[in-house]
């Protein structure tokens, strides 16, 4: 599937999560894609020892998702996006383009789950999560609002350009401006906010 690709090339391919490591720092690819679930080394240590590196690759994990308890553990050892595995190839193939300009990838049912999984850890009443989710976003302007709902939606920042007639690099300054205001450290976060405060 990739290597069929123009603007891909394949440098490297591991049968196990260590060896995925040690091509990771000898090959030193733009992108891994890396399986969860792999022998000697599972991806997720993988992932953390690639992340490690002094230029480490960025990391799209494949998963089975829904049969995988380990997501949000991977999300903190490193990886720039999520991929379920029945995501059709032409889509693989966008977000490893996406993951390699540094733009994160989280597929929309991916966000949808892990929020899911999120709300449930917690057992803060509804409507006081929603009360206070409207009250962070009630310090936004109009804009960054549109913005944090377009990132709700699971929308990339290409997305969100076209949506809004913004360029991407205006939205990913909305997004970075996000970050701060909201208090949070990824798009995931904000997603939480926007669907806890029942705006999407």
């Not at 996006?81 to 049912?109: C, N, R, Y």
């Not at 377009?150 to 990339?156: D, E, N, Q, W």
């Amino acid at each position: 599937m990739l290597g069929g690709q123009a603007d891909l090339e394949v440098v490297g391919e591991a049968g196990d999560g260590r060896e995925g490591v040690l091509l990771g720092g000898s090959l030193r690819p733009d992108v891994v894609l890396m399986d969860i679930r792999m022998p000697v080394l599972d991806g997720l240590e993988a992932t953390r020892r690639l992340h490690r590196l002094a230029d480490p690759p960025r990391v799209v994990v494949l998963t089975t998702f829904d049969a995988d308890e380990h997501v949000v553990e991977a999300l903190a050892a490193g990886a720039d996006g999520f991929l379920l595995k029945d995501t059709p190839p032409a889509q693989i193939v966008e977000a490893l383009h996406k993951v390699a300009d540094g733009e994160p990838m989280l597929s929309p049912s991916v966000t949808r789950t892990l929020i899911d999984r999120v709300r449930a850890a917690h057992v803060e009443p509804a409507d006081d999560r929603a009360a206070r989710a409207q009250q962070r976003l009630a310090g936004l302007t109009e804009r960054e609002r549109d913005v944090a709902l377009a990132v709700g939606r699971g929308l990339s920042n290409a997305e969100i350009a076209r949506a809004l007639h913004l360029s991407v690099p205006t939205v990913k300054a909305h997004v970075s401006r996000l970050f701060d205001k909201l208090v949070v450290t990824n798009r995931v976060q904000i997603a939480i906010c926007v669907h806890d405060a029942g705006l999407v």
